[in-house]
């Protein structure tokens, strides 16, 4: 409890002392959680744009093959749209990403959250079959406040307390974006918490490495990332506790391949639910932790290429597949809208995490149980530069 006071005096000490000095900003709390935030790397070789509302990332400005920026993030235009954005465009998803089985765990975690010490948390999907992201009221619909900011960096701050949406331990969060010289994209999440309590987050970003200029499909987009395995899911997407082998089969992508061409492929296998095509799918990393990017993403089109490395086990990848439902998105202005839109398999949303609902399958043998002695730490870095032809 010691902790627990401690962190939250720093939060809201940090956070007043901002906004004094940032008087004229700070009239009205709701107004500033929808605050546009411009970061430029020094070389000017990357733009970004952030709110602290989710501390969602708005825009992502690089060089193309023709020394022209593109914006490479999906978005919205007007910043209070994303008070209602059931496609989670670019916040960060926490207390807990992606499903938990039933919206229940225990803690210490037990198969299917048979065991002793229950918690049953929000459950926002599927009609309350299961949860998403953290529950009706995740970190991405949460004002996050401004710790501190320059031209380069800007870092947002969480206070999570104890039972909200179901889930035990007040957390602390501190989200960190910095733009780097060559084009460098720098994310760091760190959270602590006062008691015991499953953690895993991620920035959660749909990706268009063309910015829609050349095509409208993900069929230039090559992807390379070393997996040999993927989680089995069922047709809801809940993790069943056991691995697939990706050889002979779309979700392999040990050697560059297009992953638009990939999309079709997966029609009739259901990786992505029930009479889903495309991907919605949790790969384990061959390795982790490595200094070499973990996952690598070009487009043939636009040349933008993106190489992530990251402290993350897993990656997330969801091709867009039902990105257009019954009322379209229309896509920001620096894509193309308002008048034309997002369309199904046209983005990417890519998510360095953790093994998906670990806390219902002892059996994955990953520790995601979180608390006063035991700190969060989620790193990825997102280098971009020019793919050349034949060197990819
Ligand atoms: C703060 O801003 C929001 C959004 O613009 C507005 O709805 C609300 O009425 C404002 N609150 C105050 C106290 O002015
Ligand atoms: C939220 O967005 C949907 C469209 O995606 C719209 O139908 C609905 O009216 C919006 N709700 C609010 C409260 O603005
Ligand atoms: C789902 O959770 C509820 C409420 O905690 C519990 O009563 C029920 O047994 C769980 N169902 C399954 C299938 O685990
Ligand atoms: C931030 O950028 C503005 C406008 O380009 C400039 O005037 C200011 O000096 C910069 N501040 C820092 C700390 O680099
Ligand atoms: C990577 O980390 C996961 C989870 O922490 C672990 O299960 C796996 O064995 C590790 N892989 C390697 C190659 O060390
Ligand atoms: C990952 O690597 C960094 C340095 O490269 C090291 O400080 C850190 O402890 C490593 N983390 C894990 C989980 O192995
Ligand atoms: C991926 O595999 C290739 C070929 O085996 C290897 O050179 C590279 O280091 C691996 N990358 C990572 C991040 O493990
Ligand atoms: C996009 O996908 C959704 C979900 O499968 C589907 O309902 C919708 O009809 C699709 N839209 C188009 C234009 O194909």
Known sequence: MKLRFNLSALLAFTALSYARKHHHHHHNETESAFEVITLEAVDASIQAQFIPFGAT???????????????ILLGYDEPTRYTNDSNYFGPIVGRYANRIRNGTFTIPISKNAEGPNPFEVVKNEHDGVNTLHGGEVGYNERPWTILNRDNHTVT????????????????????????????????????????STPIMMSGHHLWNLEGYKETQDLDGHIVQFNSSHFI?????????GELIPVEGTPMDFNEPRSIGEGIPETEGSEVCGT???????????DENNSTEPAFSMWSINSGIRMDVTTN??????????????????PRKASQGGPDTFYENFSCLVIEQQSWIDAINNPEFGID?????????NWEATYAFS???DGSG
Not at 158 to 183: C, H, I, K, M, R
Not at 371 to 376: F, T
């Open 312 to 329: 993350q086990p897993a990656l997330q990848i969801y091709s867009c597949n039902g990105i257009k439902g019954d009322i379209p998105i």
């Open 57 to 71: 990332a708005l825009a992502v400005n690089v060089l193309d093959k023709d020394g022209e920026y593109r914006d």
């Open 275 to 285: 009479g889903c095509i495309g991907y919605d799918n949790c790969w384990v990393y």
């Open 386 to 388: 020019i793919f050349e």
């Open 232 to 240: 089995a899911t069922d047709g809801i997407l809940i993790p069943t």
């Open 368 to 376: 995601q149980i979180y608390g006063p002695d035991r700190a969060y």
């Open 156 to 195: 947002f701050a969480l206070f999570d307390s104890d039972g909200f949406q179901g889930f035990p331990g007040d957390v602390v969060s501190a989200v960190t974006y910095t733009l780097e010289e060559n084009s460098v994209f720098k994310m760091s999440i760190r959270a602590i918490a006062s008691n």
